[in-house]
């Protein structure tokens, strides 16, 4: 049913009134479906993304709406599933142009049936529990993602009921539960389910269905109902009253997605993005099972009163086996969050060199005082400046500004804090509406003239890549690390009648024309990957961007002296951690990761569960000696000793680790070098 979509767009407003959602009362129908008119014609005349509203769009919208429902590919049949796109498959396009939303419903109640059938299945199954044998060699394939949904109802009960068997294990796993009290948990686990479906509401389904939608134009681009907007605007409020953490919901689990610094998971040292939370235990009671709840339900519970106590059942990014982590929650004040610094030396060619090493979490400014005049408002530029001047009284050689898992903040604070290091000059270039401007400094003063390295990594996002991007730019600095986010996108917010729209509009691209987006920064000298890039970044997302460019501001033909630096830190830089126990660490630790994210299945076998647990436990407890015993510290006796001595050094201050971190000494190490030789600039 292709249409000429901007005509359509007009059109469509026109008619709202007469469009039909009958699961819906009149007023609401209206409304609901004006919005979903109001959000095509905002696409489609200002995103950055321009797209083809077609047959094709229609299918796309309709995966993206059903994998919304059924991420796992296991309640919908295939029969169900091609009974829906035989009706909707190429009908989306003309009912997102004309603002109708009937689908979403009449998808969503077949949706609800089938979980409802499931939750009978297996209520049956839990009547008699001793059918269920974990002596037979079994296992579950718990990934279906890119699985076909089941076309026979014995495959589809034979997984349901491994899926109730695989369930069964993990409690007895995790909270070293009894058959029976096991079994227990499972029947109440039901009727938790049925409630929780029980309470969706129809401006839940809106908001699955729209976003359907806006999936196809990128991962930037979302819709928040009404309800969804009053939830977002008290979490702002209170985002720093409980663990410090950013969740999503992603394919029925609650995800970490950023760890707020200084707050208590950052403390704990443990809590890291992409681990996934599955339960909750909440001021002294019990533990709640959180898989496939709202995000906003989810988030309540976990947040809370300051001092009070919230343990989180979570499942480690490359594990199978969950943990237990218990925090205090507290209120995490902006001014906790700021630069932070010290002080480190470093030999090189016989000198001894003073490094100044600065923390920033993020490109912080406390706009509301900045906007009441207050002449003491907090920002990362005049803390930097601050922190520089201090480190210049010390006679420091060199300075080291750690981005690692910064991920971004406000665009003005980057363009000052460059200004900090370059005399004037552009900054970044942004190019919304098709026209392409820039942002600079040229205040013609260098406050920091020595030289400098950028530590980035995977979570370096948005406004980190920026001041990375502009640094190596201008050769202002040597970056360091794994390759960025990816994140180089402009977005802009549309009140609408129910709720809000967030939309791209823009991209950032770098002084030499490159975009950040998609791609990242590339550092010059590349450390040992800590996160999987196939699972974090812009590139993992569906339906980024892709890299481009504009015309250069700079002359991008790199110097031949400089070349040669970058040519002889890295040989001194490989000579050093081919012999360097945090290095090798990180290495093999990640290699285990990639092993565990590979493996799609878990064995049903009580035996073998417990064996491949034991054996996973003991391959972390060999590379942890491994680097202990390199070392000189003392060997941890087993996996339990091992997780001691985890909670014990998520105790110690951050400021302290960081100091013992064994990519800063070995950044310590390689401006140490750089000095050594006299960088020319």
């Not at 196809?216 to 309800?227: N, Q, R």
Request: proline share 3%.
């Amino acid at each position: 049913m292709k249409i000429h979509k901007k005509i359509m767009v007009l059109i469509g407003m026109l008619f709202i009134a007469i469009v039909s959602v009958g699961e819906v009362n009149g007023e609401k129908k209206e409304q609901m479906n004006k919005v979903l008119s109001d959000i095509s014609f905002s696409l489609e005349t200002t995103h950055y993304k321009d797209l083809n509203i077609d047959d094709e769009f229609s299918k796309n919208v309709l995966k993206n709406y059903l994998d919304t429902l059924d991420y796992n590919h296991q309640y919908f049949t295939q029969a169900e599933v091609d009974e829906i796109y035989e009706k909707w498959g190429i009908q989306l396009d003309d009912d997102f142009l004309k603002g109708n939303s009937r689908a979403a419903f009449e998808i969503y109640d077949i949706y609800k049936n089938a979980v409802e059938r499931v939750i009978k299945y297996q209520t049956k199954l839990l009547k008699n529990p001793r059918s269920l044998d974990f002596t037979v060699d079994e296992k579950l394939v718990y990934d279906r993602e890119e699985k076909p949904y089941f076309s026979t109802k014995k495959a589809y009960e034979n997984h349901w009921k491994k899926m109730l068997k695989s369930s069964i294990l993990s409690l007895e796993d995790y909270e070293e539960l009894t058959y029976k009290e096991s079994t227990d948990r499972m029947k109440s686990r039901m009727v938790t389910r049925k409630k929780l479906l029980e309470k969706k509401t129809t401006d839940d389904i809106y908001s699955y269905f729209v976003n359907a939608f806006l999936k196809e134009y990128g991962p930037h681009t979302s819709y928040l109902s009404a309800k969804e907007k009053a939830d977002f605007d008290i979490s702002m409020k209170l985002q720093l009253s409980g663990i410090g953490a950013v969740l999503t919901g992603e394919k029925g689990f609650i995800k970490v997605v950023k760890v707020m610094p200084n707050g208590p998971a950052a403390k704990g040292k443990q809590l890291q993005p992409e681990d996934k939370i599955i339960a909750v235990a909440t001021d002294g009671k019990t533990f709640e099972d959180i898989m496939d709840w709202p995000l906003g339900d989810a988030v309540n519970l976990i947040r809370g009163e300051e001092g009070t106590t919230v343990k989180l059942r979570v499942i480690p990014s490359g594990s199978k086996t969950a943990k237990e982590y218990t925090f205090v929650r507290e209120n995490v004040k902006l001014e906790d969050r700021g630069a932070r610094y010290f002080i480190k030396e470093a030999k090189s060619k016989n000198s001894i060199y003073k490094i100044g090493v600065i923390s920033l979490p993020s490109f912080y400014m406390d706009f509301d005082a900045y906007s009441k005049g207050d002449k003491n408002y907090k920002s990362t530029t005049r803390d930097v400046k601050e922190i520089i001047e201090k480190l210049n009284n010390e006679n420091i050689d060199g300075l080291i500004i750690d981005l690692r898992n910064n991920g971004g903040g406000s665009l003005s604070e980057v363009n000052n804090l460059m200004g900090l290091f370059i005399p004037y000059g552009p900054v970044v270039q942004v190019k919304e509406g098709g026209r392409v401007s820039y942002l600079g400094d040229g205040d013609m003063t260098t406050y920091f003239d020595k030289p400098v390295i950028v530590m980035v990594n995977r979570l370096s996002a948005s406004a980190s890549e920026i001041f990375a991007a502009a640094m190596q730019d201008y050769r202002r600095g040597i970056i360091v690390g794994t390759t960025t986010f990816g994140k180089g996108t402009v977005q802009t917010i549309k009140i609408l009648d129910l709720g809000e729209l967030k939309y791209t509009n823009g991209k950032f691209y770098r002084i030499d024309g490159g975009s950040t987006q998609h791609k990242g920064v590339t550092p010059d000298i590349l450390f040992p990957p800590t996160y999987d890039s196939t699972e974090i970044g812009e590139s993992s997302l569906d339906n980024p961007l892709p890299w481009d460019e504009v015309d250069s501001l700079i002359n991008g033909r790199e110097s031949k002296s400089n070349n040669q630096l970058k040519k002889y830190l890295t040989e001194k830089h490989m000579e050093r951690v081919a012999k360097n126990p945090d290095f090798i660490y990180n290495t093999k630790r990640y290699a285990v990761i990639q092993e565990i994210t590979k493996d799609k299945e878990i064995s049903l076998n009580r035996t073998v569960r417990e064996r491949e647990t034991k054996e996973l436990e003991d391959k972390w407890l060999k590379i942890t000696n491994e680097k202990m015993v390199a070392k000189n510290e003392v060997e941890l006796k087993d996996y339990k000793a091992l997780e001691e001595y985890n909670k014990k050094r998520a105790k110690k201050d951050q400021l302290e680790l960081l100091k013992k971190d064994g990519e800063i000494i070995e950044t310590v190490k390689i401006l140490a070098d750089e000095i050594a030789i006299g960088r020319k600039r």
